[in-house]
T-cell receptor
Framework: GAGVSQSPSNKVTEKGKDVELRCDPI?????LYWYRQSLGQGLEFLIY????????KSGLPSDRFSAERTGGSVSTLTIQRTQQEDSAVYLC?????????FGPGTRLTVT | KQEVTQIPAALSVPEGENLVLNCSFT??????LQWFRQDPGKGLTSLLL?????REQTSGRLNASLDKSSGRSTLYIAASQPGDSATYLC????????????FGGGTRLMVKP
């Protein structure tokens, strides 16, 4: 079946602009995660959604970052007033048990 | 706070060799441990998942072991092939830290023909 998809695959934006990154999880997966992978920092957890529960936002690096998940399916990660240090690959994962399945990621470059 | 370390950071071997990648974690109160493969510019592909109650998992030429008490896992790759060249990441899910994974820095493997 279809895996996790993310769009866009690449995004170049100017410092100070807002960006939206999209994640389509595997159908039927109740849990959805956002991670960030940057040079020198490895893979870091950002936010986690589980069903209709309040999301776990403990990994968001600042209040410029937010995410929502509509209808328990598609999720959007929004970064406001982007900074150069936001440049990274943003990965989305979904799961229905304990194994996480990752999408291909969105490479964000802030110039 | 859980910390995950992978050694070595990079490894180059000739085709056909058996090899071992190491992963260590500081907090043994884990729920499970997962090994992933990442190809350049791509997402993560799950290779093996070991629950905390298990000692090892096998898939084809891959075998992952878990020693929770000592905070260690190894990924054994038998008869390596050039197609195995990728970055290998281990990640742990803690019992008391929600459902997120904590990742190691990865081992970049190159298998030379």
């Amino acid at each position: 079946g279809a895996g996790v998809s993310q769009s866009p695959s690449n995004k170049v934006t100017e410092k100070g602009k807002d960006v939206e990154l999209r994640c389509d999880p595997i159908s039927g997966h109740t849990a959805l995660y956002w991670y960030r992978q940057s040079l020198g920092q490895g893979l870091e957890f950002l936010i986690y959604f589980q069903g209709n529960s309040a999301p776990d936002k403990s990994g968001l690096p600042s209040d410029r970052f937010s995410a929502e998940r509509t209808g328990g399916s598609v999720s959007t990660l929004t970064i406001q007033r982007t900074q150069q240090e936001d440049s990274a690959v943003y990965l989305c994962a979904s799961s229905w048990n304990y194994e996480q399945y990752f999408g291909p990621g969105t490479r964000l470059t802030v110039t | 706070k859980q910390e995950v370390t992978q050694i070595p950071a990079a490894l180059s071997v000739p085709e056909g060799e058996n090899l071992v990648l190491n992963c260590s974690f500081t907090d043994s109160a884990i729920y499970n441990l997962q090994w992933f493969r990442q190809d350049p510019g791509k997402g993560l592909t799950s290779l093996l998942l070991i629950q905390s109650s298990q000692r090892e998992q096998t898939s084809g030429r891959l075998n992952a072991s878990l020693d929770k008490s000592s905070g260690r896992s190894t990924l054994y790759i038998a008869a390596s092939q050039p197609g195995d060249s990728a970055t290998y990441l281990c990640a742990v899910r803690n019992n008391n830290a929600g459902n997120m994974l904590t990742f190691g820095g990865g081992t970049r493997l190159m298998v030379k023909p």
